[in-house]
């Protein structure tokens, strides 16, 4: 390689790097911010802010999902297997909210504790299987579980 | 001419498997346990995202190239792949708002996957940009190839923002090697497609990069006893 090539290859490098370590700074920084929600814990931990809009995400805990008659308003319990946080929201709910789905609510904590949501989304995850095998797979994790479950339900 | 057979073959060959592809993914392939038939869009969403990022390393790639050794083809497959990468990114945004509607409930939101993903698309238009806005076309390849290096830092950070941080987009799927968490008939008609998009690449930027050459070279001999055989 001659000497300006080596010169010309070494700037390259140096912009990918330096760049790379400026936008690594950047994130580090920001990390806070580029979080889309705050998981249950976080926010019974005091972490989400208290006065203004913010996500939590996590799953609906089964058997929650309470309505109210006559309206479109709707309680649920989001967890993420440690803290709970309790949510209303009264609006159209996506087709994949159920019960222990994922899902991410927009809005702001009342003072009683409970999250109030003017958005609700569904997040679905990153398996794809046909609904025989997902059928297999319940009933699969069902055996393998409630073998345990049910005697703890039992006591 | 080389070029022009491989054109011709790989365009074949591109339209075979998308075809099949397509016919498996649709009409094939089961519905998924969860969301019925509109996974579907599986089969075009994630080959086009997969191939933004593609596109985007052989354009980085080949402005590196041609600004150290200034290999003239380098730069010409450069900015010959930056408009094939930037319909890719769109069409990876567009058929992913569509299945984000019915799925999440919203059309778009400010998470890191797809914030960066549009990012990228911008990155496209102002390599293109810039490319255009300089009449002498190697300085300009120069600028464009400094700002398509510049926006590789990008990549990693798309293709990892759904385990750095919380995102509505859920996490990888097939780039698990050892289990990826698709199920196999599924699994094949999109790398079906994933080839088959990967051919598209190939037949376009080789014709393009045809074209840009030959416009570049208009006033040189070679093109111009090339034009007179015609």
Known sequence: MTPTRKKRLYLVVMIVVGIGAATVLAMNAFDENLMFFYSPSEVVAGKAPRDHVFRVGGMVSNGSIKRESGSLTVNFDLTDNVDTVTVEYTGILPDLFREGQGTVSKGRLRDDGVFVADEVLAKHDENYMPPEVGEMLKSANIKATTGKSMGDYQQ | ??????????????????????????????????????????????????????VYMVMATCSAVGLIWRVKLAEVIAISSAPI??????????????????????????????????????????????????????????????????????????????????????????????????????????????????????????????????????????VQELIEQQ
């Open chain 2, 1 to 54: 001419m080389l070029a022009r057979s491989l054109v011709i073959w790989f365009g074949v060959a591109c339209l075979i498997l998308m075809a099949i592809g397509l016919y498996w993914g649709l009409v094939v392939a089961p519905p998924d346990y969860q969301q019925g038939d509109s996974y579907r869009i599986i089969f075009i969403h994630v080959p086009s995202a997969w191939m933004s990022l593609f």
């Open chain 2, 85 to 222: 990468g930037a319909s890719f990114t769109f069409l990876a945004l567009a058929t992913g708002s569509l299945w984000g509607k019915p799925m999440w409930g919203t059309w778009w939101v400010w998470d890191a996957r797809l914030t960066s993903e549009l990012l990228l698309l911008f990155l496209y238009f102002g390599v293109i940009a810039l490319y255009g806005a300089i009449e002498d076309k190697r300085v300009a390849s120069r600028a464009a190839g400094i700002l398509a290096i510049v926006g590789v830092v990008n990549i990693p950070i798309i293709h990892y923002s759904v385990q750095w941080w919380n995102t509505l987009h859920q996490g990888p799927t097939v780039s698990k090697f050892d289990s990826p968490s698709i199920d196999a008939s599924m699994l094949i008609p999109l790398l079906i497609m994933a080839v088959a998009f990967k051919l598209y690449y190939v037949v376009v930027v080789l014709m393009r990069s045809r074209r840009e050459l030959l416009l570049r070279e208009r006033s040189t001999k070679w």
